[in-house]
């Protein structure tokens, strides 16, 4: 392997050594295994490639000043596909399986978890797809389970750096009662045009309202909003929005912040009384937001005039980063060492 530039590398795809997989058939998952291929052989009619039947997660892995790793809220990320499997009509897989895979696949390509203070990270991706043959609108009846890692840097290219975000109402990312609060690629497929459309407009993302009333606050294409306010941390609460372990996480450092804590709806016109805003989730953990522009309304809502974090937004960002490096206690039982 040539020395990688871990200092430069992007958020995106690097082959590493191995991937894990499980197979689903006849009611049962088959020991994991480990491969070197990158390649999937997939019957072109599984359920996966024509009626959607597909989940995935995203987690991490950090190396920490004493060498070890650190695997951040792998179960939570098991039991959300669980959910995801069952709102899309998928086997579940065992909390158990999933962990046991991802240690397996963490343990396996260690060579390419970054260094300390690198500023990149391992990450993991889990994989679920319907793989049965059947031209019928119906559930699978097997399904293959993979995990591949790789080292990524950055999601946005700023960095923990203030960008602007916008709102498009012609576009929604999910029904209220679709499949908005599971992790499936039809609602990452739905984002693509507005996405494109932003950064064209020199947006880093778009913030979607909510598709029923156009009137409350959803959440960014890659990740769920948070504002600051009153020493108060406020994330929307819908029926369209996927719940972020990354929010759960700085919901619970604000608290230990002595900090007050509201889930509940946000209606857009709020945005204008936010002392801070920001975009948080596994690949960017908090993505502090510049300024909102509501185009069609000609509204613009302003989060930072020297082009600086917030102070709150980044407390909140170097304590979640402590504990993933394992630089701070672990109160809240979120980190697995891997041994």
């Given at each position: ?7 430069s590398?992007?958020f ?5 050594d191995?991937?894990?997989?499980s ?9 994991p ?11 072109m ?5 024509h009626y959607?039947q ?9 190396r ?7 695997i ?10 669980q959910a995801?499997?069952?709102g899309?009509?998928?086997a ?6 999933f ?5 397996m ?26 793989t ?6 119906k559930?699978?009846?097997?399904y293959t389970?993979?995990?591949?890692v790789?080292p ?18 012609e ?5 209220p ?14 984002s693509?045009?507005?996405g ?14 909510d ?7 959803d ?8 504002g ?9 609460e819908?029926t ?12 619970q ?6 900090m007050?804590?509201?889930?509940r709806?946000?209606?857009e016109d709020?945005?204008?009384?936010f ?13 502090p937001?510049l ?10 809502y ?7 974090a917030g ?6 960002y ?9 630089d701070?206690?672990d ?5 697995t060492i891997?041994?």
């Amino acid at each position: 392997m040539n020395a990688i530039d871990w200092s430069s590398i992007s958020f995106g795809y690097m082959k590493t050594d191995y991937n894990v997989r499980s197979y689903f058939s006849n009611g049962e998952w088959s020991k994991p295994s480990l491969e070197t291929s990158e390649y999937l052989n997939l019957h072109m009619a599984a359920t996966c490639l024509h009626y959607g039947q597909e989940a995935f997660e995203g987690l991490k892995a950090f190396r920490g000043k004493d060498g070890k790793v650190r695997i951040f809220r792998m179960r939570d990320n098991a039991l959300r596909l669980q959910a995801s499997c069952r709102g899309i009509m998928m086997a579940e897989l065992p909390v158990e399986l999933f962990e046991e895979m991802v240690l397996m696949a963490v343990k396996n390509n260690e060579r390419f978890v970054p260094p300390y203070e690198s500023g990149a990270s391992l990450y993991i991706r889990p994989l679920l797809i319907g793989t049965s043959a059947q031209v019928g609108v119906k559930p699978a009846a097997e399904y293959t389970f993979l995990i591949f890692v790789t080292p990524v840097g950055p999601y946005f290219k700023e960095g923990f750096k203030p960008t602007p975000m916008v709102i498009l109402r012609e576009f929604d990312r999910a029904a209220p009662l679709g499949t908005g609060t599971y992790k499936v690629g039809g609602n990452y497929a739905a984002s693509l045009r507005s996405g494109e459309l932003a950064h064209q407009k020199g947006y880093s993302a778009v913030l979607y309202l909510d598709a029923k009333e156009k009137k409350y606050i959803d959440e960014c294409g890659p990740a769920n909003f948070f504002g600051i306010k009153n020493n108060t941390y406020v994330t929307p609460e819908s029926t369209s929005i996927l719940p972020s372990i990354t929010n759960k996480s700085l919901m619970q450092l604000a608290k230990d912040l002595d900090m007050n804590v509201e889930h509940r709806p946000i209606p857009e016109d709020e945005l204008a009384t936010f002392e801070e805003a920001g975009a948080c989730g596994t690949a960017a953990v908090i993505s502090p937001i510049l300024r909102i522009d509501d185009l069609s309304e000609e509204k613009s809502y302003v989060f930072s005039k020297d082009g600086k974090a917030g102070p709150i937004s980044e407390k909140l960002y170097h304590k979640l980063r402590a504990i993933q490096y394992g630089d701070e206690p672990d109160l809240h039982g979120w980190v697995t060492i891997v041994s």
